[in-house]
């Protein structure tokens, strides 16, 4: 009884241990039509680009984070962000988003 508890648990360490953590990047965001010049759809609506590859966020919106139209704006500006995500359908399906502060 003894060693199937260990074997138990030896299973779940390995089991527990082998699943992959969500990879955080750090990437380009931005307004994917006025700073990308992507052409999907009309209006503003948030882009990041990784790998010189544009793609529009699914998870989050360009006004959750600050007036996109201010100086340091997503309309104004491309920004760094840290993000966890994947792309699907030809959009970013974003589980984390973290704007970066600009450098000086």
């Given at each position: 009884?003894?060693?199937?508890?260990?074997?138990?648990?030896?299973?779940?360490?390995?089991?527990?241990?082998?699943?992959?953590?969500?990879?955080?990047?750090?990437?380009?965001?931005?307004?994917?039509?006025?700073?990308?010049?992507?052409?999907?759809?009309?209006?503003?609506?948030?882009?990041?680009?990784?790998?010189?590859?544009?793609?529009?966020?699914?998870?989050?919106?360009?006004?959750?984070?600050?007036?996109?139209?201010?100086?340091?704006?997503?309309?104004?500006?491309?920004?760094?962000?840290?993000?966890?995500?994947?792309v699907k359908d030809n959009k970013f399906v974003v589980s984390y988003f973290?704007?970066?502060?600009?450098?000086?």
């Amino acid at each position: 009884m003894k060693n199937v508890f260990s074997l138990v648990i030896l299973f779940i360490s390995i089991t527990i241990s082998a699943q992959e953590k969500p990879k955080v990047q750090i990437v380009e965001a931005s307004c994917g039509q006025c700073q990308f010049g992507m052409k999907d759809k009309k209006g503003c609506d948030l882009a990041v680009r990784i790998d010189g590859k544009s793609y529009f966020v699914d998870g989050t919106k360009l006004d959750d984070h600050g007036d996109a139209h201010a100086e340091d704006g997503f309309c104004s500006a491309v920004r760094k962000a840290e993000v966890v995500g994947e792309v699907k359908d030809n959009k970013f399906v974003v589980s984390y988003f973290k704007l970066l502060p600009i450098k000086e």
